[in-house]
């Protein structure tokens, strides 16, 4: 059965190249096909300053300032089509259009983003308003001018945001951009909540990634979630691009909630590839 992992992260360069490579020598072993890789692009924040956005937890091996982008771009051309790299757009300062068309022109093939109005987010990370020191309006101004190049060019978005605390807003979003393909991981973040936005959207995709905790406590019940949601659910681990131990562990994870194989194969395969395009290639 074929394995698509829609959400890992860089956090490495080409210094961990070996380690890299056979990290995902071990992952295509496995069954896994692809991986979609967000990658950091940081043009004007310092080592302090860059720190503010990025979740504690998470060891950085790559280049100190979060620019990963040449070096994923290098990576994903040495692995033929295994890596499906992703724009990571929290740290976008300047112009949206021409940052993000430059960059799909150079490999990119989706966006990444956080919603980050104000420190309340889940994530415990500062805000981008306060980062930048711009207004909620620009910066909701900046995230709709992604949403909208996303959409005009056929790019998935992961974006994780709180359907708890911001179900006004994800609407809002929904409403604006109803051909948008969007995954907003970790089960919307709360799936009572994220439920009415599946129900109402049929464009919104979410993924199993970083709720392992969560899932080996309650599998009944996130099982029951799953097979209410069959096409919308994707895999995905939140692992780093060093750590394929963690995409390991969360393929043995699905297997252990013994899913019908066609649900399965929903989750692992078919779900990601809509989500991410593949299935029109
Ligand atoms: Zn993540």
Redesign the pocket.
Known sequence: MEIIDV?C?CFAGLGQAERVSHGLARLRDAGVSHLAV?GLVNTSLNAQEVWKLIPEGFANLGDPLFNEADDLLQFTQQTGDMLFPMLDTRMLNGDVQSFLHGHLQRGFRGIKGLYLADDANDLRVSSVPATFGISLELYHKREWEIFAFAEANDLPVLY?MDANRYDDMMRAILDDFPRLRINF?HFGIGRKAFSKILDAYPNVYTDI??MQPHIRRNPVSYSDFISHYPDRVCFGS?ALLYQPEIVLNYIELVRSLKLPEELENSLFSANPRRFLGLDRE
């Open positions: 959400h992260h967000m994780h991981p990634a970083y939140d």
